[in-house]
């Protein structure tokens, strides 16, 4: 059990990329939509998208996995529609 934790891990390093926390969330969630969309319109229902490729891959069955696994980044980005 350790009981101290070292002190690199008690620093939180500012962002980097500059901007305020507003326009940083905001860039956020633009690229939450810009995936959601690529997968949307490339591979709806698929588990995955080949990043290169653009196309679906059924490496979880075909059960949609992507979906299952994007609610709660989407639903925190405010993309609850």
Do not use: N
């Not at 995955?48 to 925190?76: F, K, R």
């Amino acid at each position: 059990c350790v009981t101290q934790v070292a002190a690199v891990q008690l620093q939180t390093p500012a962002p980097s990329g500059g901007g305020t926390s507003a326009s940083r969330a905001a860039a956020v969630r633009e690229a939450v939509g810009h995936f959601w969309s690529g997968y949307r319109t490339a591979a709806w229902g698929a588990d995955e998208v080949q990043p290169i490729e653009g196309q679906p891959l059924l490496a979880w069955g075909g059960v949609g996995m992507m979906i299952l696994d994007s609610m709660d980044t989407l639903w925190l980005a405010g993309m609850q529609k």
